[in-house]
Structure formats: structure tokens, C-alpha cells
């Protein structure tokens, strides 16, 4: 937690940086022949939902800790990245969203992609409605902890139902890969970039969350002393 | 062993049957939900045909909700729920014991609600039931399996039905999706309800291996 | 050719707004317990 403490602010401003040069790249890079501006929308779509999912790996790898070493650190990292998870999950679906009024002619299709972002958008919502709703600490953090588990489990699951059941309505239309352009030549440095800028952004937004989260923990554990102490 | 699974799985069913408590307010929730389908698409005969893998679907995952709500409420009531765990039997067969019960409840309301939709929408599959019950029964063994698990979950919660929705309604679209394909696959002559089948059954593997797994860490000391 | 400027700056306009609003309110919770905690530790 120390470690965190000290690494925040530089990698806060890495952060920043690597964003502004990242975004530079992005509205210099020459655009898409067929596609114009609207590949743009993708530098921001696809690194969102990388880290949606990178940030439900770094949920599950923490509560398995949390669960086998009985680790707090651990505990906080997935408190942490539950809500940072949700956020890029948000915007990747209202990217998405976005990208699809234009391409598809409608904001919402039941994509098997979209679909499995929204059921993950769910199943974060419902990880911070548990760890809510419990009063005990120690019992929030196992039970959020199972449940990021077997979350982790399911989400295959939904993903390749979604996507057999979509193929099974209506092939080959918006759905797999012929509704998506490929992104290639020009096209993918101000995408790496990208990608990399959210990586660190991600890392950011989760050593914050988890450095306020101990901060309100201790405040919590002295409030319980002092009213052990008075009694 | 066996045993134990048997007794708590026995006396939370012969319990509840002799209150009629969550038996009878399912059964009366289901036909009100059927009530509120029929009045919402006033299907004819053909659509409420097409309509039925969805509509009994919907009904059973609501109706298994309300059930799943009351799992734990009688240890909750009188206190008991720490008395169980302090029961000299593994955490798992706790849980195995609670599921039988649920799952023993859940299918008899199942076994009622699945003709009242048929008499109530109109449509003639009478042939059709042990298939369609046969699904019915892969679905829900996943399905409580899991409710369960969340059940123990949110016991101690605030608002803790709400919560219960929220959680298991998006973990269980897979098995709801995969019910009503094989449901309609075996509802018509020339369906394949093979690979949905297969589904459920997946489902049902994993969730059935990793409840009782996941009550233990659940309940720990 | 559909021009698609005004999506592409309603997505970057959303993009900055969450994650943006999101840091401000965590960096501001975060001074504010530790000023508790300083607080509390040496009153």
C-alpha cells in the first residue's frame, strides 16, 4: 500500500501524457478510405473494452487470493476494481452505441458482443451492490469474492450461449466479424497507442480507487476502537 | 452423510408443506405472472405456441426467485442459521441438503405451473409434457443450484431480494436462452434441441460442482 | 458520406467526462479521509 502511495501521482502524470499524445496521434493519423471518421470512435471503443475484461481478470486474480491467502491487500485491489471495470465497461457500450447509430442505423442491436457487455455491466453493478448491502466487513469481502468467481466462470458461458444463439436469428448480418472493419496499416499505431494509454489509465483509476478505499477502511477501524474504548 | 443432505433437505420441504408458505404464494405468484403475459400479448393459439418456451421460461425463473428468497429465511427467523453451520457435517452437504430442498419445491410448483400454461394459453402440446418437463428439470437443477449459492449470499444483505434478482438474473441468461431453444426445439417435429441440451447440461456441471464449493468459502470461520 | 464528426466527438466528449468526473471524485474522497485520519491521529 505504500508502494501504491508512492507510485500514484507519477503514474497519474504518465497517464496524462501518454492520453494527449495518444489523442494527438489519433486525430492525425490519415483516416480509413471507406470509413472516415468514424474509425475515430474505435481508438477510444476498443481499448474500453479490453479493459473491461482486463479489469474482471485483475477482479477474479485478487478474490482467489483473497480467498486462499486471506490477504486484505488483495481484498481492496478487487474493491478496487470493480468500479473501474464498470466505468470502461459503460463506455465501451456507449461507444458503442455510438458507432452503431451511424453503421447499423440503430443505437442497440443484440449483438452477441454488446450483449455480453451489458450482462458484464450487470454482474459489476451487482458486485458493488453486494459489497454494500453487507454491514460485516469480512463477510462482504468473501462473498463479493465467491461471487467475482463464479461470474468469472459464467461469463464464457454467456458469451458463447449469446453468441450461438444470435448466429442461430440472424446470420451473417451485423453480428461476427462483417459488421466490424479490420484495422490495419496506418491504422494501428494511434490503436497501440491508444491501447497503451489505457492500460495506464486503468492502472491509475485502480492504485486511486484502492488507496481510497484503505484511507476509508482506517477511518472505519478507528471509529470501531474509539467505541471500544468508551465503552 | 447421505443422511444429513436427506434430513435438511426433508425438513425444509415437509416444513414448508405443512405452512404452505413459499409452495402456495409461488404457485399463486405464477399464475398471476401468466395473467399478466395473457393480458400483455393476448397471443391467439398459433402465436401463444411460439410464444410458450419464452412465456413458461419467464415464469419459471420468476416464481424460482420468490422460492429462493426463502431458503435461508426460517435459520434466518429464529436465529438458526449458525446452529446449522455449527452442525458436526461438511459445509458442502450443508448446502447440498438446502439446494435438495429448493430443488424438490421448485419442482413441484414447476410440475403445476407447466399444464395451468398450457390451459391458460391454449395450446394443445398435452404429448408434449414429459419433453418439455424433461427440459424444465435440466434447467432448474442449475438453476437452483446457483440460486442457492446467491441465496446464502445475500442472506445477510440489505433489501436482500432486490439484490437476489440483480445477481442471478444475469448469470442465469445462458440458461434461460439455452432452456427456451431446446424447449422450442422439442416443441416442433423437425427441432434440434440437441445442442442447447448440451448447454443446460454444462450449466448444470459447473454450477452443481462449484455451489458447494463456494457455500464452504461463503460460511467459513 | 455521412459526416460522422458529431459521434466521434460525443464518444471522445463521454470518454473524458466518466473517466474524468471519475478520478476528480476519488482523488477528492481520498484527501478528504486522510485529512480525517491526520485528524484523528494527532487531535
Given at each position: 500500500m505504500n508502494f501504491l502511495a508512492r507510485i500514484q501521482r507519477p503514474l497519474g502524470i504518465i497517464t496524462l501524457l501518454a492520453l494527449g499524445a495518444s489523442t494527438w496521434m489519433v486525430f492525425n493519423a490519415p483516416l480509413d478510405f471507406q470509413q472516415g471518421n468514424s474509425v475515430?470512435?474505435?481508438?477510444?471503443?476498443?481499448?474500453?473494452?479490453?479493459?473491461?475484461?482486463?479489469?474482471?481478470?485483475?477482479?477474479?486474480?485478487?478474490?482467489?487470493?483473497?480467498?486462499?491467502k486471506k490477504n486484505e491487500t488483495a481484498d481492496i485491489l478487487a474493491e478496487a476494481a470493480a468500479p473501474v471495470g464498470?466505468?470502461?465497461?459503460?463506455?465501451?457500450?456507449?461507444?458503442?452505441?455510438?458507432?452503431?447509430?451511424?453503421?447499423?442505423?440503430?443505437?442497440?442491436?443484440?449483438?452477441?458482443?454488446?450483449?455480453?457487455?451489458?450482462?458484464l455491466l450487470i454482474l459489476y453493478m451487482g458486485i458493488m451492490a453486494l459489497r454494500n448491502a453487507l454491514d460485516e466487513p469480512l463477510k462482504a469481502a468473501r462473498a463479493t469474492a465467491v461471487l467475482a468467481i463464479i461470474g468469472a466462470v459464467d461469463l464464457p458461458i454467456i458469451h458463447y450461449s449469446v453468441v450461438w444463439w444470435r448466429t442461430l436469428h440472424q446470420p451473417a448480418s451485423f453480428g461476427g466479424s462483417s459488421g466490424n472493419p479490420?484495422?490495419?496499416?496506418?491504422?494501428?499505431?494511434?490503436?497501440?497507442?491508444?491501447?497503451?494509454?489505457?492500460?495506464?489509465?486503468?492502472?491509475?483509476?485502480?492504485?486511486l480507487k484502492a488507496r481510497e478505499v484503505e484511507a476509508h477502511r482506517q477511518l472505519e477501524q478507528l471509529d470501531v476502537e474509539r467505541m471500544e474504548e468508551d465503552d | 452423510m447421505l443422511k444429513a443432505v436427506y434430513r435438511i433437505a426433508w425438513k425444509d420441504v415437509?416444513?414448508?408443506?405443512?405452512?404452505?408458505?413459499?409452495?402456495?404464494?409461488?404457485?399463486?405468484?405464477?399464475?398471476?405472472?401468466?395473467?399478466?403475459?395473457?393480458?400483455?400479448?393476448?397471443?391467439?393459439?398459433?402465436?401463444?405456441?411460439?410464444?410458450?418456451?419464452?412465456?413458461?421460461?419467464?415464469?419459471?425463473?420468476?416464481?424460482?426467485?420468490?422460492?429462493?428468497?426463502?431458503?435461508f429465511q426460517a435459520e434466518e427467523e429464529n436465529g438458526a442459521f449458525e446452529g446449522l453451520m455449527l452442525a458436526s457435517v461438511p459445509r458442502g452437504i450443508i448446502f447440498l441438503g438446502k439446494w435438495l430442498g429448493n430443488l424438490l419445491l421448485t419442482l413441484l410448483v414447476q410440475a403445476m405451473i407447466l399444464p395451468l400454461t398450457l390451459i391458460l394459453f391454449n395450446v394443445d402440446a398435452w404429448h408434449l409434457i414429459p419433453h418439455i418437463?424433461?427440459?424444465?428439470?435440466?434447467?432448474?437443477?442449475?438453476?437452483?443450484?446457483?440460486?442457492?449459492?446467491?441465496?446464502?449470499?445475500?442472506?445477510?444483505?440489505?433489501?436482500?431480494?432486490?439484490?437476489l434478482a440483480l445477481l442471478l438474473l444475469p448469470l442465469v441468461a445462458p440458461l434461460l436462452i439455452?432452456?427456451?431453444?431446446?424447449?422450442?426445439?422439442?416443441?416442433v417435429p423437425d427441432g434440434q434441441p440437441g445442442p442447447w441440451i448440451r448447454l443446460l447440461l454444462i450449466f448444470d456441471t459447473v454450477y452443481l460442482a462449484l455451489a458447494p464449493w463456494g457455500f464452504g468459502w461463503l460460511v467459513e470461520e | 458520406m455521412i459526416d460522422y464528426t458529431p459521434f466521434v466527438v460525443a464518444v471522445y466528449g463521454i470518454?473524458?467526462?466518466?473517466?474524468?468526473?471519475?478520478?476528480?471524485?476519488?482523488q477528492r474522497s481520498l484527501k478528504r479521509a486522510q485529512q480525517q485520519l491526520s485528524e484523528q491521529e494527532n487531535p
Open positions: 475515430r470512435i474505435l481508438y477510444a471503443h476498443v481499448p474500453s473494452a479490453k479493459m473491461a475484461l482486463f479489469c474482471y481478470i485483475l477482479l477474479t486474480l485478487s478474490s482467489i487470493v483473497y480467498l486462499w464498470a466505468a470502461f465497461t459503460a463506455v465501451t457500450l456507449a461507444s458503442g452505441a455510438i458507432w452503431g447509430k451511424p453503421m447499423w442505423g440503430t443505437w442497440w442491436a443484440w449483438d452477441a458482443r454488446l450483449t455480453s457487455m451489458l450482462v479490420s484495422i490495419t496499416g496506418d491504422l494501428l499505431p494511434p490503436l497501440l497507442a491508444m491501447a497503451i494509454s489505457f492500460i495506464l489509465l486503468g492502472g491509475y483509476l485502480v492504485v | 415437509v416444513g414448508d408443506l405443512r405452512r404452505r408458505a413459499t409452495l402456495s404464494s409461488m404457485l399463486f405468484f405464477s399464475i398471476a405472472v401468466l395473467v399478466v403475459f395473457q393480458a400483455a400479448f393476448e397471443p391467439d393459439r398459433q402465436a401463444a405456441t411460439k410464444l410458450l418456451p419464452g412465456l413458461l421460461w419467464a415464469t419459471v425463473l420468476f416464481t424460482s426467485l420468490m422460492g429462493l428468497g426463502r431458503v418437463f424433461g427440459v424444465l428439470i435440466l434447467g432448474i437443477l442449475g438453476l437452483t443450484g446457483l440460486g442457492v449459492l446467491l441465496a446464502a449470499m445475500t442472506q445477510a444483505a440489505r433489501s436482500r431480494e432486490t439484490l439455452a432452456g427456451v431453444q431446446a424447449t422450442a426445439g422439442v416443441m | 470518454t473524458v467526462v466518466i473517466y474524468g468526473l471519475l478520478t476528480l471524485k476519488w
